[in-house]
């Protein structure tokens, strides 16, 4: 286990699943935690907790979607902090349907959140993410991906799509910015269990995850935050470039 005493970590979907175990794991470490995602009560929450446990954390309610509302808060965040060093971009909606069903409202929520949201993310602290390495400092873009950005599930291709450009765009991110030793990372998680799958309506898909409880021991978001913490741990020069972390009976 690695102490990441000193580090300042900015982690999006905090309020709940993986960025919520996430935030709890990484404070415990050491690092201070800032909690961005829409539901202030869940953060405050989480807040409470972290600080009993002894932890350094703030929450900022915010829709990432909204680039000048994500904006200010990253700057609320190094204001508060200091320049932020790790970066777990999280927050994402999944919401599969066949595409016969032509659900453009639900490809384009998804899109705007796991993709442009995302980007948005990425734009607010690449700045302060090269600042803190140019100083010989560890800095980390953890970007979550899925293992739907590899595998087929029925009906997820929109979802499993943003999930592929998360990836690729790690991977040609982590090309760019690491000649300026800012390490980029994709994880790719198979099935958690979380809030994520609350968000599902289409019939196909449903039946899929009943299934797939049946058959398999779900990863847990706090053995995702392991692997996220794990990562961010490794020293300097080691770049864990992309993750899949699967549980054990899932194919
Ligand atoms: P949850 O639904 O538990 O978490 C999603 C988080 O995103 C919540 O904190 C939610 O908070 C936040 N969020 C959603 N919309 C917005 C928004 N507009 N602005 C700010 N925050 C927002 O699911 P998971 O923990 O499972 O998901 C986290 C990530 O992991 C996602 O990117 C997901 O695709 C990925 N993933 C999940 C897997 C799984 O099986 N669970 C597998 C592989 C990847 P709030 O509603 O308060 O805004």
Redesign the pocket.
């Known amino acids: 286990m690695t102490a990441l005493t000193g580090r300042v970590a900015l982690i ?8 919520a175990a996430t935030a709890r794991l990484l404070a415990a470490r050491g690092a201070k935690v800032a909690l ?4 202030k009560d ?1 953060l405050d929450e989480l807040v409470a907790q972290i600080t009993t446990a002894g932890g350094t954390a703030l929450g900022l309610p ?4 909204d680039a000048d509302a994500l904006g200010s808060a990253v700057a609320q965040v190094s204001t508060a902090f200091g320049p932020v060093d790790l970066v777990v971009n ?5 919401l599969p349907a066949p595409v016969e069903e032509l659900r453009a409202d639900q490809w384009q929520h998804q899109i705007d ?2 993709i442009t ?1 995302a980007m948005h993310t990425i734009g607010a602290v690449v700045p302060q993410l090269v600042a803190v390495a140019g100083e010989g400092r560890p800095a980390d873009l953890i970007n ?1 991906s ?3 950005a590899q595998n087929i599930f029925p009906n997820f291709a929109v979802y499993s799509a943003t ?1 592929a450009y998360i990836t690729h765009l790690s991977r040609h991110l982590r090309a760019e910015l690491g000649p300026k030793d800012v390490r980029v990372s994709a994880v790719e ?4 269990g ?3 799958q609350g968000h599902v309506t289409d019939p196909g898909a449903l039946a899929w995850l009943a299934g797939a409880r049946e058959t398999v021991d779900w990863l847990t ?1 706090e053995d995702v935050a392991e692997v996220i913490a794990f990562t961010a741990g490794l020293p300097r020069h080691v770049n864990l470039q992309q993750v899949t972390v699967m549980p054990t009976r899932q194919a």
């Open positions: 999006t979907g905090a309020s709940s699943g993986i960025g961005l995602a829409r539901r869940r915010v829709d990432v979607t999280n927050a994402g909606i999944m959140l796991n949201a979550t899925s293992i739907a999930k998680p198979g099935i958690v979380t809030e994520l978001p």
